[in-house]
């Protein structure tokens, strides 16, 4: 079983919850590079010089967290902070805005947050993938304390109890996590 087939057994309530605890210990490294760089880029294909707010990401994970206790409270601010996501996203992908890995995965881990509560159309693995890239790359927190986070979380998941012993939990954990240091690795 893979790390995505692992997450979209959980529970959507759980796959919320753990994107958003794993993005809570990841959004440190924008904060660090925020007070620390400019957060500005020069789109190539218009010329045209752009800045991000260094509390962006704060303020998006703060408006998920809203959403996620009281939904459909925030939906237009949900709207909003996509749009706002979606330039420096494009920057990114066309190297018009060179971030550190881990910056930019943290960056796309919020991104893509939005994008799968928004739209319902991507699965929340790719966020949870990415906040996990970002904090063993960061060395935030260990791989054995990463593997108790995500198992706790498999706990609660009635889909995953009924279907799975602990064992296989937590061998699936491991293999995801093995994934995530091979492409840290291999870049």
């Known amino acids: 079983m893979t790390l995505k087939n692992y997450i979209e057994n959980l529970t959507k309530k759980n796959q919320i919850e753990i994107a958003l605890k794993l993005i809570s ?12 760089n400019k957060l500005s880029y020069t789109e190539s294909v218009t010329g045209t010089h752009q ?3 260094g509390n962006l ?21 949900l709207k909003i902070l996509f749009d706002t996501f979606t330039e ?4 990114i992908q066309d190297n018009d805005w060179d971030l550190p890995k881990e910056v930019s ?16 159309e991507l699965s929340l693995h790719i966020s949870i ?21 995500l198992y706790n979380y498999s706990k609660s998941s009635n889909k995953l109890k009924k279907n799975m012993p602990k064992s296989v939990i937590i061998e699936v954990v491991e293999i995801g996590l093995k994934l995530v240091k091979r492409i840290i690795k291999n870049g």
């Open 25 to 36: 210990i990841a959004l440190p490294i924008w904060t660090k590079f925020a007070i620390n």
């Open 51 to 53: 800045t991000i707010k």
């Open 57 to 77: 990401l704060e303020k998006a994970l703060q408006t998920v967290n809203q959403e996620f206790k009281n939904p459909n409270s925030k939906q237009n601010d």
């Open 88 to 91: 420096p996203i494009t920057a």
């Open 105 to 120: 995965l943290v960056f796309y881990a919020i991104y893509n947050l939005l994008i799968a509560i928004k739209d319902h």
């Open 129 to 149: 993938n990415q906040a996990c890239d970002a904090i063993l790359k960061a060395e935030l927190l260990s791989s054995k304390a990463l593997k108790e986070l």
